[in-house]
């Protein structure tokens, strides 16, 4: 550990958007002594489309803003950006991303054919793909892209009949595939979970990572003799870049009370 990690400092958390918020839910019920930070990168969403180059650019700017708060650990809760630049960073605090724990859990649940969803930026960097078949070399793994979900989630059209056409459309051919197993492969497809449980039947385990990370961070933090004291007073601080009356929202419906105010900061 180095010396410049503050024991009782917050888990810094970042994601393009709303997202993200999935993943300090699951760690405010995994950990609930410790502090969390939260970037939500809104100005500059949605990363998916975005190139490697830029969603690196990005990424190193975020983590930035969360060291200069002192945080002692940095969730990347943004599947594209840990494909893309988790392998990129140096970073003097403990780093996880949420590709790994997602393909643990995925290999963990799967007889051998596994679908995954996610943005353009993921699908093409083969990300689970690659992580899923060192896990299980034989594994059969499709892929889709499904850009429209992050828009229709942010606009809040959870379980609108369009979502579910547009759903359809995208897990037809995984469907067809006959996969035993699907990845939410971005930490906004979460909000579409019942939906996505519908449309795929109960024969396909669905795989969020949101939990899996939450259970890797506490266990590593352990280790690292990280943790706070269980009668540790946590405060939560939400940012993002660009003012968002569906941000706020959406922080309501996933951390309730919890949530409390956003902090409108530029991040250069």
């Known amino acids: 550990m180095s010396p410049s990690v503050p024991a009782d400092g917050a888990i810094g958390v970042f994601d393009s958007g709303v997202g993200g918020l999935t993943v300090v839910e699951a760690l405010e019920r995994r950990l609930p002594a410790e502090s969390i930070v939260y970037l939500g990168d809104t100005a500059r969403l949605p990363y998916g489309s975005k190139s490697p180059e830029t969603v690196t650019s990005y990424t190193r700017k975020n983590v930035d803003f969360l060291r200069a708060r002192g945080v002692k650990a940095v969730v990347v809760a943004c599947n594209t950006a840990s494909a893309l630049a988790l392998p990129h960073l140096d970073l003097d605090v403990p780093v996880w991303g949420v590709v790994g724990p997602g393909a643990r859990r995925a290999a963990a649940a799967t007889a051998g ?156």
Do not use: K
Request: contains cysteine; negative net charge.
């Open 113 to 268: 054919r596994v679908g995954v969803i996610a943005t353009e930026s993921t699908v093409r960097s083969d990300a689970y793909g690659r992580a899923l078949r060192e896990l299980v070399p034989d594994a059969e793994v499709w892929s889709r892209a499904c850009p429209l979900f992050v828009p229709l989630v942010e606009e809040g059209w959870h379980d609108d009949p369009v979502t579910e056409q547009v759903a359809r459309r995208y897990l037809a051919p995984l469907l067809s595939a006959r996969v035993d197993t699907l990845v939410l492969g971005c930490t906004h497809y979460p909000m579409l979970r019942p939906l996505l449980a519908r449309v795929a039947g109960s024969g396909v385990a669905l795989v969020d990572s949101a939990e899996s990370v939450a259970e890797e961070v506490a266990r590593d933090l352990a280790a690292a003799g990280l943790a706070a004291p269980p009668d540790a007073v946590p405060s939560h601080r939400l940012f993002v870049t660009d003012a968002s009356a569906n941000f706020a929202t959406f922080a309501r419906r996933i951390l309730g009370d919890g949530a409390g105010e956003l902090e409108w900061v530029e991040v250069t």
